[in-house]
């Protein structure tokens, strides 16, 4: 068998910085940290040491940390360098470890990866990693923190417990019946009707990609009804050209924002009107139809007997126009009802987004979800005994796929792809 590649890569963030850690990792580290460092220092302790390169000359005044494996992040040896922030020292460091024997700077996300090839990480873990890392709002890094530490794993084994159990429970009957020893009494399956109305419970669980990319909260109403002003004050600044013009906005202008810690993202349209000469303008609103239909919060800024099912009535405009229309009465000229309209944002967002803490679930776990629910469905419809073992036997297989203990190695190149090199 080939030897493992040690790897190696600067896994803090960018220098210069006040500390710079360099981690090494695979059956190389050890060597490598004796070789720079003089000797093989204490496993888990911080030790102070002078690096040195290969000619004995000095590199850097470091900390430095020696993991035996298997019981550190990747599951392999790891070794630890907190260097001087600079980018010289960065840049002499990586070149001298890029000088050892069997080591080479590691690729995007190789060390998480590794992590779950040994078996310290499952592949669900792994994607809350990855969210975690690209949080940039409260609520993504608690949703983010329940999958990177196992949320979805810790149930899967349970459930996979229950499935184990019905089909030992089952395989026993299949081998009574062949000594025709089977009584009349019908197999209990509440344990499996349970586990499936759990999974179709689960179905129900917000989708992560909301977290990911934010509630859509789309602005839609006639021309010059004040939304690019309301997008504009929402995302705090500029972001969309406010002008007397009827048609001022012609394309769909996307604004990312946290609103008490919620992922929004602002959808400001092209005012809706029947009649245009303009063909760009007519674009346009072909564009606002579909973003209003892919609204999570629709802001309706028009007439409330125009306002589309479901959609939030606001009465824009409201220190101008004549008062007592429906709606909550906003101007973003004297900030009436302003502060209103954020709490209710942040309400019907609330309601849209995972609970703090609760399990958010991507595409790909529906899917896999929605694969187990039908063998469970298949296995309670049917009388034939060996064909429900089947149906359980597959829902296991599922179940592995949602922790990636089974051959989902595409799956696993497009995941490890997206996190930084270091990670
Ligand atoms: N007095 C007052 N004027 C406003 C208010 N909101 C917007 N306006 C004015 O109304 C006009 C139209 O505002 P916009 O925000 O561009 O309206 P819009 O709905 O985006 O218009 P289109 O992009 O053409 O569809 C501008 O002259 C704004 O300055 C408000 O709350 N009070
Ligand atoms: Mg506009």
């Known amino acids: 068998m080939p030897e493992i590649e040690t ?3 600067l896994s803090s963030g960018s220098v210069p910085a006040g500390i710079a850690i360099v981690r090494v990792s695979g059956p190389q580290a050890g060597p490598v940290l004796a070789r720079l460092s003089g000797d093989l220092p204490p496993p888990r302790r911080a030790s102070y040491r002078r690096l ?6 000095p590199l850097d005044d470091a900390l430095v940390l020696w993991f035996p494996g298997q019981k550190t992040a990747t599951g392999e040896d790891l070794a630890e360098f907190h260097l001087h922030g600079g980018r010289a020292v960065v840049a002499a460091m990586l070149a001298e470890l890029a000088r050892q ?3 080479r700077p590691a690729k995007a996300g190789e060390f998480t990866r ?3 090839e040994n078996g310290r990480i499952d592949l669900a873990e792994a994607e809350g990693l990855a969210d975690l890392l690209a949080a940039e709002t409260e609520a993504q890094r608690q949703s983010a923190l329940v999958l990177a530490e196992g949320g979805l794993g810790q149930l899967v084994s349970t459930w996979e417990r229950t499935l184990l159990a019905e089909s030992a429970r089952l395989e ?6 062949d000594e025709g020893d089977v009584g009349e009494t019908a197999p209990d399956l509440s344990g499996l009707v349970d586990l499936r109305n759990a999974l179709k419970n689960l179905e129900q669980a917000p989708p992560a990609e909301r977290l990911r990319d934010g509630v859509r909260v789309v602005l839609a109403g006639p021309p010059n009804s004040g939304k690019s002003s309301l997008f504009n004050y929402l995302v705090g ?3 969309a050209i406010v002008t007397p013009i009827a048609g001022t906005t012609r394309d769909r202008i996307e604004a990312p924002i ?5 992922p929004l993202l602002l959808i400001d349209t092209a005012g809706l009107r029947d009649e245009t000469a303009d063909e760009v303008e007519a674009i ?3 564009r606002s139809g579909a973003a209003m239909a892919e609204a999570d919060i629709l802001l309706w800024l028009g007439p409330a007997e125009a306002a589309p099912l479901n959609a939030m009535v606001i009465a824009a405009r409201a220190d101008v126009e004549p008062a007592g229309r429906p709606g909550l009465a906003v101007s973003t000229v004297t900030g009436m009802g302003l502060p209103a309209l954020r709490e209710s944002l942040v309400a019907r967002a609330k309601a849209v987004l995972p609970r703090p803490g609760a399990l958010a679930l991507n595409a790909r776990h529906r899917a896999i979800l929605r694969d187990i629910t039908a063998q469970l469905d298949e296995a309670l419809g049917t009388d034939d005994l060996l064909i429900r073992a089947e149906c359980l036997r597959l829902a296991r297989a599922h179940m592995h796929a949602l922790t990636g203990r089974a051959g989902v190695e595409s799956l696993l190149d497009a995941l490890f792809g997206t996190f930084c090199i270091g990670k």
Do not use: T, Y
């Open 284 to 286: 346009g609103i072909a």
């Open 237 to 239: 600044r500029e972001a």
């Open 258 to 262: 946290a609103l008490d810690g919620l």
């Open 7 to 9: 790897i190696f890569a």
């Open 172 to 177: 026993a009957l299949l081998d009574f019946s």
């Open 52 to 57: 040195r390169d290969e000619s004995g000359a």
């Open 101 to 103: 024997p069997g080591c």
């Open 114 to 116: 590794r992590a779950f």
